[in-house]
């Protein structure tokens, strides 16, 4: 026996990834529906072979389903997200709403997936944010083994991490740059994206860091170990899909370059590709559709004691969001949901 899923906001390019993921992965599906807001209604996509027409979410009545995957912002998931849970129907959210609910477990599978029994307490487990899931696949098996004292990243995020709007805002620049006079000012992000890089994700704090970089260092905590520093730099790249990290780690216990690629070679979730030559490293292009979050250019950091420095590198709409999301939905099926 299988499932009865939810996808909300499938028309956006999480909500597209997440059924082209279930249907990838062979989820034991019986019956699936794709919400969207009542202007998308009736919008056909896909999932696997099948065409699916999109239902309107207001109206939509989640008693007798299993598991609703929500890939929609914050205001909408404060109204709907409740009202699945008060059905019976489990939400894996993917907005950042519940994330820091301590009463909501926040789960990456290959890290943290025995959290997941905590989902009775709201019916509700949030996804990470993109970021944060991919830095924690490849911390947690260095932190098993020599404990984390410090990180230090600087991110590289790519311009779908923003939506629809974001990809567009790129490739419209791109586009006006060499057309005089079709220029294109400046609208989802708060500098120019073509041929640029912006140091800011989200809104700025009162401490100078900008949200995203307060969602990397509280996500980390919560999800891998709350004693581990983090400090992060979140920077917006002209690149549509794929975040890249620059990662720094300090441990408390010794561990050599040669180890720590011995040891991510066999994590989880993790493909090591590290050769010391021209390009013997993954770039975001490569990412592209791919499950794995990449990691290259392992090498000692000398400027401390026991150091590590990494390059990481992840499909941010894949392992990011929507993979991570189905994921958490089948450690769910597996060990709380079971069927038939």
Not at 256 to 264: F, R, T
Request: glycine fraction near 8%; hydrophobic fraction near 40%; include cysteine.
């Amino acid at each position: 026996m299988g499932y009865k899923i939810v996808v909300v906001g499938a028309t956006g390019n999480v909500g597209r990834e997440m059924l082209n993921i279930l249907a990838e992965r062979e989820f034991p599906v019986d019956e699936i529906v794709a919400l969207a807001s009542r202007k998308s209604m009736g919008t056909e996509i896909s999932f696997g072979d099948k065409t699916l027409k999109t239902k309107d979410l207001d109206t939509f009545d989640f008693t007798g389903w299993d598991i609703a995957l929500f890939a929609i912002g914050s205001d909408a998931t404060k109204i709907y997200a409740p009202r699945a849970a008060s059905a019976g129907c489990v939400v894996i959210d993917n907005s950042s709403l519940y994330r820091y609910d301590p009463q909501v477990p926040l789960i990456v599978p290959e890290v943290n997936a025995d959290e997941i029994v905590r989902y009775k307490n709201k019916m509700i487990i949030a996804n990470p944010n993109c970021s944060t899931a991919q830095m924690v696949v490849v911390l947690k098996p260095l932190h098993d083994r020599a404990r984390i004292k410090r990180v230090v990243v600087a991110t590289y995020q790519s311009v779908s991490g923003a939506g629809k709007e974001g990809i567009d805002e790129l490739w419209d620049q791109t586009k006006g740059m060499y057309v005089p006079g079709k220029e294109v000012a400046p609208k989802k992000f708060t500098k120019q994206i073509a041929f640029n890089v912006i140091p800011q994700i989200d809104v700025f704090l009162d401490d100078g860091s900008t949200k995203e970089e307060w969602k990397m260092v509280a996500e980390t905590k919560k999800i891998l170990d709350t004693k581990i520093k983090v400090t992060a730099t979140c920077v917006r790249v002209p690149v549509f899909v794929g975040h890249s990290e620059a990662i720094n780690i300090e441990f408390e216990d010794p561990i050599d370059w040669q180890e720590a690629q011995d040891i991510l070679r066999e994590a989880p979730g993790v493909l090591l590709i590290d050769k010391r030559e021209p390009g013997g490293y993954i770039t975001p292009v490569e990412c592209v559709g791919d499950y794995a979050t990449y990691v290259s250019r392992v090498r000692q950091d000398s400027t401390v004691e026991n150091g590590i420095s990494l390059w990481c590198v992840s499909d941010n709409l894949r392992k990011g969001a929507a993979l991570n999301a189905v994921q958490i939905a089948e450690v769910l099926g597996n060990r709380c949901l079971k069927k038939g």
